[in-house]
Nanobody, 126 residues
Framework: VQLQASGGGLVQPGGSLRLSCTVS????????IGWFRQAPGKEREGVSCIPTLGHGAKYYADSVKGRFTISRDNAKNTVYLQMNSLKPEDTAVYYC???????????????????WGQGTQVTVSS
């Protein structure tokens, strides 16, 4: 199984980007996909996660609620993270991560599993 993240770039504050995580070697409809980010000098943060049908609710970190939207297109084996109203503090490398069916959330924190894609850089700056 491979995960390919893309869609990062440079955007001004208040702007939007859409990240994509494309899965190969496995059917997406069996996977929950999470997005994590890591900024220089900061700990990795779980941003959002989308489970498979019937395996719970989508997850959003408090820092992105109301601004980010996660969705999936199983036919394209791709999960999207639409990021609106971007702030400088959203600047980070964003990674996608795969879990089986459900998103693993413990104490309000999204927990990653072992399968990662390469990161895509998001820079929010004027």
């Amino acid at each position: 199984v491979q995960l390919q993240a893309s869609g990062g770039g440079l955007v001004q504050p208040g702007g939007s980007l859409r990240l994509s995580c494309t899965v190969s070697g496995f059917l997406l409809h069996n996977l929950a996909i999470g997005w994590f980010r890591q900024a220089p000098g900061k700990e990795r943060e779980g941003v959002s996660c989308i489970p498979t049908l019937g395996h719970g609710a989508k997850y959003y970190a408090d820092s992105v609620k109301g601004r980010f939207t996660i969705s999936r297109d199983n036919a394209k084996n791709t999960v999207y993270l639409q990021m609106n109203s971007l702030k400088p503090e959203d600047t980070a490398v964003y990674y996608c991560n795969a879990d089986v069916n459900a998103c693993t959330v413990v104490g309000g924190t999204l927990i990653p599993r072992d399968l990662w894609g390469q990161g895509t850089q998001v820079t929010v700056s004027s």
